[in-house]
């Protein structure tokens, strides 16, 4: 597949034919897989994930770690990149260290490893940059432990679950931290005119010191503090199976709604590696237009 920012739509489109018989490829069966394309419209990529996977316990883990640069703050692509594996890092560590620890404890994992990630970034900001704006990004995590999912995330990347099984509904499990995503929920907006608005793209939360200001200093930058971010979590079984995606919004800004990323992902095929899947669901999002950076992590759940 060709990959380089500035690729012509038409190109794109053309290779969705292709795409879609590699998605049924058997040649890597990988349970994980991901792309991160820099899009058609930017030079650089500030999106990022990483994967980890272990046993604990007789039980098989997998972690799942997508991160979204904020691109109005510095070193964007850093703070990503930086978050990501942090965050995995935490979760494999914990994991390896609790072998015989009930998976009832995968909330407060997930919880830590954003956490440790903020710090990082927070971390990071002390640095010298030629900006003034402090580094910031989203993060989606995902732990498969057993046959459960664990979800924790701060900003509007997201987590899907999409059953094997076409009768059953695909879930989005995230809940936006955006201005539109609560404007639309207060009934103030719809969804289309919130869209239009200055504010459409404005974070309400996101790891990274940016809303962290001492109050006494004028420049805003000499003392910044580190707060605990405030994710939420929640936690789902995985009956029968099926596909976990994590993305960004360089992909949900074309697929928000369950139900197109269950089409997609069905349309793949029964056979289909989450490499194919991933793959697809990517040139998907360029072939309407790829504006933004565009990252889709795939995990496939078998029935255990």
Known sequence: MRGDAGSAVEDVRAEIAEIDREASSTEDRAVVAGICHPGLARG?????????????GGER????VACDGVSSSSRAGLA?????QVA??????AMSERANTRRG???RTVTAAIQAAHEAVCTQAKEPSASDDPPGTTIVVGLVHGSRLTVGWV????????????????QMLTRDHSWVYDAVESGDFTEEQAMQSPLAHALTRCLGPLEIVDPDDASGLARRRVQDVEPDVKSVD?????HVVLCTDGFWNYFSAPAEVARLVRSAGEGATAQGISRLLVNHALARGGQDNVTVLVYAHEQL
């Open 44 to 56: 650089h990529n500030e999106d990022t994930f990483t994967s980890a996977a272990g046993d604990a």
């Open 88 to 93: 995995c890092d935490s979760v494999a560590e």
């Open 155 to 170: 900003g509007d990347s997201r987590a899907y679950w999409i059953p094997a099984d076409a009768k059953r509904e695909g």
């Open 105 to 107: 404890r995968d909330d």
């Open 238 to 242: 995985l009956r029968g199976p099926g």
């Open 80 to 84: 990503s990149t930086l978050a990501s």
């Open 61 to 64: 883990w997998t972690v799942l």
